[in-house]
């Protein structure tokens, strides 16, 4: 019978995982990276979100259609000016988010100098 710590475990690597494959192995992973941290100080729009990081409108929204598929973000309404909030699994993750997006030779570079 497996303990609760092993389950615990185990559920911790599958969510480390899916940082990877969402985050770290993929081109747009700066971008990615950068909602993410827009979005923990506040739900925004895909507009806001745009002009927050400088970014093409269109840019933000499909990172955000990429993230919202992994259950990475979760849309707060619909329609025009619907705004994207941190799902649940990130929320309760960010030590495992701050782990991958530090390890990730994609996101971590560029990450830095944008940030510090």
Known sequence: MLSKKKIEN???EKIKILFWRVLAGSKGCI????IIL?????????????LALQLDYKVVERHLQALEKYGLV???????????????????????????????????????????
């Open 31 to 34: 971008n990615r990276v950068k």
């Open 74 to 116: 979760i849309k707060g309404g619909d329609g025009y000016g619907t705004v994207y909030l941190l799902s649940p699994l990130v929320e309760s993750n960010l030590n495992l988010f701050d782990e991958v997006t530090s390890k990730s030779k994609n996101c971590n570079d560029d990450l830095l100098l944008n940030l510090g």
């Open 10 to 12: 185990k559920n911790q």
């Open 38 to 50: 827009e979005l923990k100080e506040q739900p925004l729009n895909t507009n806001q979100l745009s």
